[in-house]
């Protein structure tokens, strides 16, 4: 098991709507976006202008245009979290960064994220691209808790519209920037717990999703949006036979790519509207920090019996199921 204490999330102000990309002239209207992947707007961490001006023909040029980095914006995301959990940068012994673009090859991003907040702590990543919040959540709780830190901070910053060609309506319509952190214990109790945690990857279609270094953001759509569906809802139909309990609130988290994939994997699941959870249309693919930044953007509606199902599907085909359960208030 592993505590979750608190949770926070950021996204810079700069608005992506449909009208922008629509005025791109790439090919794309607000019709096409809404019946395609179900989004209305997105953040960016990147001037209007500059998509504008550029359709951010040089992803190089975007770091230095760019109004945040992701040690600024991870920080951001880890002090609402720091606050929720009601201790400061100092009581955390261990921080891991994961994002599907870190913004350097070395050092590791956890170091520029606790550099921010001012920790001295044991800094390291792990990153899986979309998944990268299940893995860390799964890594850490499968070490022996006497071995962990009391406090961890585990930090997903995703800026991913820099690595968007904006000529291209397919890749530009789905991403924004957004970033959550999360505080969690292995030996101090508090109201919600991470009672399961389950990943699986097939690395043969590792080429079906990609970013590559320093290039645009690539992938087989039909082939993707196929395999996250039928994943996610093998992910829900499981937890469900193994932790519902009838009478208590059941809700679902799923990988914010796109709304039209998650309403599907609901019909199929049998999981009501008040009960599932998205940001999706308001924020756009966010990367690993989807799931945990809509948990984050719920934190004060969390009640006692709540079961929680994250179910997350990324790059490297990889994915991740998650059991949150809420318990009494301590």
């Known amino acids: 098991m592993l505590y979750l204490h608190g949770l926070g999330h950021f996204y810079p102000e700069n608005i992506i709507t449909n009208r922008f990309l629509e005025e791109l002239d790439i090919g794309t209207s607000e019709e096409w976006i809404l019946e395609r992947v179900g989004i209305r707007t997105r953040r960016t961490a990147l001037p209007l202008d500059y998509i504008k001006e550029t359709k951010n023909g040089d992803p190089r040029e975007a770091f230095a245009a760019s109004l945040y980095n992701n040690a600024q914006t991870g920080a951001a995301a880890s002090r609402m979290a720091l606050d929720r959990a009601g201790i400061k940068p100092e009581d955390i012994g261990l921080v891991i960064s994961g994002s599907s673009a870190p913004d350097n090859v070395s050092p590791a ?8 907040l001012g920790i001295d702590a044991p800094c390291f990543d792990l990153n899986s691209a979309c998944t990268s919040f299940g893995m860390q959540i799964h890594f850490l709780s499968q070490m022996k808790p006497e071995s962990l830190s009391p406090f961890v901070l585990v930090v997903n910053p995703e800026n991913l519209t820099r690595c968007i060609d904006y ?79 009838n009478g208590d609130r059941f809700i679902f988290i799923g990988h914010q790519a796109n709304l039209g994939m998650l309403k599907t994997v609901c019909d199929r699941t049998g999981i009501t509207e008040q009960n599932h959870w998205h940001a999706v249309a308001d924020y756009g693919n966010t990367g690993c920090s989807g799931a945990p930044a809509v948990l984050s953007q719920h934190w004060d509606e969390l009640h006692p019996g709540d079961h929680v199902a994250i179910a997350i599907v990324g790059a490297g085909f990889t994915w991740v199921s998650m059991m949150l359960k809420v318990e009494e208030s301590l």
């Open 109 to 116: 991003e956890a170091t520029t994220v606790a550099a921010e």
């Open 167 to 245: 000529s291209d309506r397919n890749s530009a319509v789905l991403f924004g920037d957004g970033s959550s952190a999360a505080v969690v214990s292995a030996t101090i109790p508090s109201k919600a717990v991470f009672t399961a945690c389950r990943c699986e990857s097939k690395p043969s279609s590792w080429d079906k999703v990609s970013i590559p270094r320093m290039g645009y953001f690539q992938q087989d759509g039909n082939v993707v949006q196929g395999f996250a569906i039928r994943k996610t809802t093998e992910s829900i139909r499981t937890l469900q036979d193994t932790f519902y309990v």
